[in-house]
C-alpha cells in the first residue's frame, strides 16, 4: 500500500494511493483552563471524555461528507478517473508537535462563551459546553430555524474557512459575508457542508500529486 502525505502547518494529509481514500488530520494539544479557582480541576477522565466527544462530533458533521473528482495525466488520476473519492476528518490528542494548541475551559452549564480559531497562532479557543445543540431562527417570521454543534463550526474554521485566508471565508452569519443569508451553512448558524467550505484543502492537494487537479465531486 502506497501513501502520498504532506504535513503541514495545520494538518497531516494522507492520500492513500491504493484505495484512494483522502484522511485530513489534525494533532490537537490541549490546555486545560478553569473560568473560577472555586471550580474542581479537571480529571483524566473528564479530559478523555472532551476530546471523544469532540472527536465524535467533528467526524459525524465532516468526515466522509465530501468525495472529490480527479483529472489529470498522473497515474494517480489516470486510475481513480471517474471514481468518487471519500475525504476523512479527524483529531488526535497529542502531548508534543500539534498543529494546533487548544485552551478549553470548564465552565458553568448555564454559561455560554465565544469561541474561536486563531488561524495566524494555530489557538483554538473551546468551553465544556460546545457540544450543546444551539438553535437559532431567521427570516422576517423567524420560521427560518438551524442548529449547530460549536465545536464543528470551530474545526470548520481550522481547515481553512477563516477571514484571514480570504475574507469570504471568514464566518457567514457576518453581515459583511456573502454567504449571510445562507442560514443553513455550517460556518453560518446550521450544519450543513458547502463546497466552498473545502476550497483551502482541495489548493493543499493540488500540491501534492504532480500533474492532477481534483475538484468536489458529491457533497452529503
Known amino acids: 500500500m502506497s501513501h502520498v502525505t504532506q504535513d503541514t502547518s495545520w494538518c497531516v494529509i494522507d492520500i492513500d494511493t491504493a484505495t484512494g481514500k483522502i484522511v485530513v488530520l489534525e494533532r490537537w494539544q490541549y490546555a486545560w483552563k478553569l473560568q473560577s479557582p472555586k471550580m474542581t480541576r479537571w480529571t483524566l477522565a473528564e479530559k478523555q471524555a472532551f476530546h471523544a466527544r469532540a472527536e465524535r462530533e467533528i467526524w459525524s458533521a465532516w468526515s466522509n461528507k465530501a468525495h472529490l473528482k480527479v483529472e489529470g495525466s498522473s497515474d494517480f488520476a489516470k486510475r ?3 471514481r468518487q473519492i471519500p475525504v476523512y476528518m479527524d483529531i488526535r490528542w497529542v502531548l508534543a508537535k500539534p498543529h494546533w494548541t487548544v485552551n478549553v475551559t470548564k465552565v458553568p452549564k448555564d454559561v455560554i462563551k465565544l469561541s474561536r480559531v486563531d488561524w495566524s ?4 479557543t473551546l468551553d465544556t459546553n460546545d457540544f450543546q445543540t444551539r438553535q437559532e431562527c431567521f427570516g422576517v417570521d423567524r420560521n427560518i430555524c438551524v442548529s ?4 464543528a463550526h470551530e474545526f470548520g474554521h481550522t481547515i481553512g474557512n477563516i477571514g484571514s485566508i480570504h475574507r ?5 452569519y457576518k453581515l459583511t459575508s456573502p454567504y449571510v443569508a445562507d442560514f443553513h451553512s455550517i460556518m453560518h448558524r446550521g450544519n450543513q457542508l458547502r463546497e466552498r467550505h473545502f476550497a483551502h484543502l482541495l489548493t493543499e492537494l493540488y500540491e501534492l500529486i504532480p500533474d492532477t487537479e481534483f475538484t468536489l465531486g458529491r457533497l452529503q
Open 80 to 82: 481513480f478517473s471517474g
Open 121 to 124: 497562532a494555530r489557538i483554538i
Open 148 to 151: 449547530q454543534v460549536p465545536v
Open 168 to 172: 469570504e471565508r471568514d464566518d457567514e
